[in-house]
């Protein structure tokens, strides 16, 4: 049941440009008659399943997608280069369609150092705050939210240098520029 939600989750999300996985895996339960399981699939196998997703139906459009949206980051990551970016999420697994957003993470132990740069530089933003586990414990962080010209949002958060040397940065789920240079080269 898990696998079928998991695939009905993923069908949404492709089809309906949803990028909400928990409305996704929500809406798949109510659809596959489910909707009181307390045994959704993870956000992790409902990507894999949108990767499957996406190759099976959608083989001749997605490859030029995927690699739009990677270097639209890889564009972001460059100029964002002093706060050493990682990008995250779908762009980075391939799970990413049309309607998909970017998502990076910035180091800094200066959070205003971000807003500064943003507003030196006439970038235009939205400001926001994200919870998330750092060292063990739950912080508010500052985020980031930037319109590029094609319409594409990328989501920045902002994290102290001690989390970039956590020990959590996995070549599967983060990726520096270097990595994303190697991601549009292959």
Not at 88 to 103: R, W, Y
Not at 163 to 177: E, I, N
């Amino acid at each position: 049941m898990r696998a079928q939600l998991a695939h009905q989750a993923a069908k949404i999300m492709s089809d309906g440009g949803i990028t909400d996985y928990a409305f996704a895996k929500r809406k798949a339960a109510r659809q596959l008659g489910a909707d009181d399981t307390h045994h959704l699939p993870s956000n992790e196998e409902v990507d894999l399943a949108l990767q499957q997703y996406r190759a099976l139906y959608q083989q001749e459009e997605h490859p030029s997608v995927l690699r739009s949206l990677r270097q639209e980051a890889l564009d972001n990551m460059q100029q964002l280069a002093q706060f050493q970016p990682y990008l995250t999420g779908s762009v980075l697994s391939g799970s990413a369609g049309m309607n998909s957003d970017i998502n990076l993470m910035l180091f800094s132990d200066d959070a205003k150092a971000v807003l500064l740069f943003l507003l030196k530089n006439k970038i235009d933003f939205e400001s926001g705050e994200w919870r998330m586990r750092i060292s063990g414990r739950e912080e508010t962080v500052p985020s980031y939210t930037l319109t590029g010209s094609s319409g594409i949002q990328t989501h920045i958060v902002v994290l102290p240098e001690s989390a970039r040397f956590s020990g959590s940065r996995h070549p599967q789920t983060h990726a520096d520029a270097a990595a994303v240079e190697a991601l549009l080269a292959a």
